[in-house]
Each structure stands twice: as C-alpha cells, then as structure tokens.
C-alpha cells in the first residue's frame, strides 16, 4: 500500500464537532515491576506521586504521578507480565521549558544508566530531544523548541528541518528561527 502523504495532511476535523481537546490529559502504562517504575519515574523524572490504588482497588495496583497541578499526566498500572513490546505506543514525550534542562536530563539518564535510544533533532517540528526506555521499555522523549503553528495552520517546509543525532550537533545547526542558547557550557560532551 502506498501512503497518500498529501491525502493525510489535508485531513481535518469537521466545523460541527461539539467540542474541542486543548490538550493530551494523561497517560496510564502497564508496569511489570511497580515499585521499580515508581522510582524511576519519581527519581529520575521528577514526577511526584498524587494518589495510589491499592490491589484491592486495581489489579497490580496504581500509581498516579503528577509533573504540574493536573492530578495525574501519568499513571501506571502494576502486573504487567512482561517488559512492553511498544507495537500500540511508539513513544511518550515530555516538554522542559530550557534547553539546559535536556542536557542536564541527558546526563542524569547516563548517570543512572538507562538505555538513550536517540539525541538530537527529529525532523518534522524540530524539537531537540533526548529519547530513552524507562524500566519495562516504554520510550520517552524529554524534550525542548518543539515549533507552534501559527493561526493560519502553516508549518515549517521540510527543507528547513535539520536532523542532528547528538545534542550538540542540534546546538550548532539550528534550523532557521530556532534560537537555542546552552547557558551552562560545562554540560557539552567533548568530541561530539
């Protein structure tokens, strides 16, 4: 089957729905060890544990875990029997207001050894990012610029995007508009 890249791009939704999302509420994982998940998540992202369902109240118990003042924009539910396979999840993305932020988040990750699967810049919205497993294998991206659509629904052109596999390529070949400015240097990698 071939994609119709143009037929999807127009697609829009109707003038008459009735409502309209502002934003992606939350998401609720499966966790094959929960305590281990809750750690990480607390330790190493720096949520902050809102409420948790006990056995009794959910199968494998629940935690929900909060990085701002909504209740909860994550959850996870204990007793999954094995690490995730990621065939319905491809990743789960997390917004920092400075680009420092992702650097100091790439050196925390190394710090604790979990797995980095990407740095850099995608492509398409030019957020610079650093992609990683948390302990059953979910992926994660914690990142920062991500562009904003402007009122008339454009987009930058794609030849202005600018793919970088390490952060510090991303820093030196910014695409047009994007200003990123490290303020604390010391967080660079030599020879990258």
Request: glycine share 8%; charged share 25%.
């Amino acid at each position: 089957m071939t994609l119709d890249v143009e037929k999807l791009k127009s697609a829009a939704p109707p003038s008459t729905l009735p409502f309209r999302i502002r934003k992606i509420g939350h998401v609720v994982l499966r966790a094959t060890d929960l305590e281990r998940s809750v750690r990480f998540y607390t330790q190493v992202l720096g949520f902050k544990v809102s409420d948790v369902y006990s056995e009794n109240m959910a199968p494998g118990g629940m935690v929900f875990m909060r990085c701002n003042s909504d209740h909860h924009g994550i959850a996870l539910v204990g007793g999954a029997s094995a690490p995730s396979a990621q065939r319905e999840l491809h990743h789960l993305a997390f917004e920092v207001a400075t680009l420092d932020e992702v650097f100091r988040a790439r050196k925390l990750l190394r710090e604790h050894g979990v797995s980095i699967v990407f740095e850099g810049r995608r492509r398409a919205g030019v957020q610079i990012a650093v992609e990683f497993l948390d302990p059953d294998g979910h992926n994660l991206e914690i990142y920062w610029g991500l562009d904003q659509v402007g009122a008339d629904g454009s987009v930058r052109p794609e030849e202005e995007w600018r793919w970088a596999h390490t952060l510090e390529e991303a820093l030196a070949h910014p695409p047009p508009g994007q200003i990123p400015v490290l303020h604390d240097r010391s967080l660079l990698e030599p020879g990258r």
